[in-house]
């Protein structure tokens, strides 16, 4: 036999055991690789109160609908009438004003005085018209609103309150006021 230098020494008994490769993954549901694992079901009763939390969210918006509609739809028709009003009355139209009064408003003033009037006050309020408030009220039956103005006239403001009270289903200028300072929205 001969020597050679070459060959490894031998090793020596290892006290630590031999490495044993693990057993391979086994998944312990039925499912591929490349399937997703399987979503947690939410319980039924978080599912139900969901339900109902949403259910009430949504009733929530259409109350407020219903109101803005109602509200809107409210004080539209005094509004419209109350603008024709102040209209007429800018353009100096005595017989379009006169119409859209109460019976008591012509009770009180002839066609003529209305005229007059009208001639005398449509050059303190000739310009552009703003809205400032509105008002309605319901009372033992009786509906009444206040429609007020702020108009700037002649480098002057003038403030305007129109009240008028729903006679059936129309409304109808019961009255009107000019200031030269803010008149409160009341009805009375």
């Known amino acids: 036999m001969q020597n050679d230098d070459n060959a490894p020494a031998p090793t020596p008994p290892s006290i630590y055991p031999e490495p044993v490769a693990p057993a391979p993954y086994v998944p312990t549901t039925p499912q591929t690789l490349n399937e997703p694992a399987p979503k947690k079901k939410a319980p039924k009763a978080l599912k139900i109160i969901l339900g109902i939390i949403g259910t009430l969210i949504l009733l929530g918006g259409v109350l407020v609908a219903v109101l803005f509609y109602v509200i809107t739809q409210a004080t539209a028709a005094p509004l419209k009438v109350s603008n024709a009003f ?7 139209d005595s017989v379009a004003a006169y119409a859209l009064t109460t019976d008591n408003f012509q009770k009180a003033a002839s066609p003529e005085r209305i005229a007059t009037l009208v001639e005398s006050t449509k050059a303190q309020i000739k310009g552009e018209e703003k809205v400032t408030g509105q008002s309605i009220k319901t009372e033992n039956g009786t509906s009444s609103a206040a429609v007020t103005y702020l108009v700037t006239a002649q480098n002057k403001d003038v403030y305007m309150r129109v009240i ?3 006679d059936g289903d129309t409304w109808k200028v019961n009255t009107f006021k000019l ?3 803010p008149i409160e929205t009341t009805t009375e």
């Open 86 to 92: 102040v209209d007429a009355v800018q353009g100096g």
């Open 164 to 166: 008028l009270k729903k």
């Open 179 to 181: 200031d030269d300072e």
